[in-house]
């Protein structure tokens, strides 16, 4: 008889920190390095603790640098540790661009495979807080063209467990994003155990078969809340929660899109240019005509920034009507 697994009610950013815990205790390999990861614990709290611990050796508070918490932890990476760079909010990572496309993406493939990159860069993302102009940003779009690189942005705390797990056991670079508007709001057990979520897979977090939405972060749980609501009018939605935005789940879409022949996909990055237009290019290219609509792409506007008062950040984000409202309209196509 099978013994049911033990589990524990997470948020999702207690699950990132139990991870990381988890992690450094069972790899000494492993080291955290970011600004105020040490003495303060993280501004969302989630090394609170672990330099007392771990020590300063393990545990390093850096300078307002980005460039060199990145460039500082690909050789820590080259020559045998397991880093994990924290950028303290993904508007932040501007600076460490060139550390990240130019340096740890190439690294395998530049030294014929005699290196590796095994180097995890967590960052928060996304609005939601009233973080406005610095505070805010997707930057998801910015990185997925950049072959070598593998980004995840899972929604739930059993998903972060296991793909921050995966991540780092990953032999190559991985930009890990997590919603922080997610971060106290979503709940989920997790299991005690040690596991891991398969990097490239993505979840059918509902089944359905009048048409298939293709969301991530947030807006996954939007998504399905959306969806659920839609079959209250007797409608069938699918939901697939991305998690994994490089390598992506070709298969699971297409085989999604085919059954139910119609794809709304919703993220809250700017449209164009965005994620979606890539599964809309993927889709198209190979599923076409099992359409019965055109694709459609619910996203943020196309303006520079999130703006700081309430109008502003509403009129950005996409409320969880609004998704209904363009489900609706495609189900009734």
């Known amino acids: 008889m099978a013994v049911a697994t033990p589990a524990k009610t997470m948020t999702n950013v207690e699950a990132v920190r139990s991870t990381l815990y988890d992690a450094l205790k069972r790899d000494d390999r492993i080291v955290i390095l970011g600004e105020d990861v040490g003495n303060r614990g993280n501004v969302f709290l989630i090394t609170k603790g672990f330099i007392d611990e771990f020590g300063p050796e393990r545990i390093i508070d850096t300078p307002i640098a980005e460039a060199s918490i990145v460039g500082i932890a690909i050789g820590m990476a080259m020559e045998g540790l397991r880093p994990i760079a924290e950028i303290q909010f993904a508007d932040f990572i501007y600076p460490a661009f060139n550390q990240i496309v130019g340096e740890a993406a190439k690294t ?12 995890v ?3 928060p993302y996304g609005g939601g807080v009233r973080g406005a102009l610095s505070h805010s940003v997707s930057i998801e779009a910015l990185f997925y063209h950049v072959p070598g690189l593998t980004i995840l942005a899972p929604s739930t705390p059993r ?12 032999n190559d670079p991985v930009l890990f994003l997590e919603h922080k508007r997610t971060y106290r709001l979503i709940k989920d057990e997790v299991p005690d155990e040690y596991y891991t979520v398969p990097i490239g897979k993505a979840n059918v977090s509902k089944v359905g078969h009048q048409l298939t939405v293709v969301s991530y972060g947030l807006y996954a749980h939007q998504a399905l809340d959306a969806a659920h609501r839609l079959e209250e009018e007797d409608h069938s939605v699918e939901v697939i929660d991305l998690r994994s935005i490089r390598p992506m789940d070709r298969s699971t879409i297409l085989e ?9 996909i919703v993220h809250e990055d700017n449209k164009f240019g965005g994620i979606g237009a890539e599964i809309s290019a993927m889709v198209a290219e190979e599923a076409l005509f099992d359409l019965d609509a055109p694709i459609r792409r619910l996203c943020g506007p196309d303006v520079p920034a999130m703006g700081y008062a309430l109008p502003l950040e509403e009129e950005f984000m996409i409320s969880t009507e609004r998704m209904v409202d363009a489900m609706r309209e495609m189900v009734t196509f």
């Open 108 to 119: 395998r493939y530049r030294s014929n495979g005699e290196y590796t990159c095994p180097l």
């Open 159 to 170: 998903d972060i467990k296991g793909l921050l797990n995966a991540a780092i056991e990953a």
């Open 121 to 123: 860069i967590r960052t």
């Open 256 to 264: 999604s899109v085919r059954k139910t022949r119609k794809l709304l």
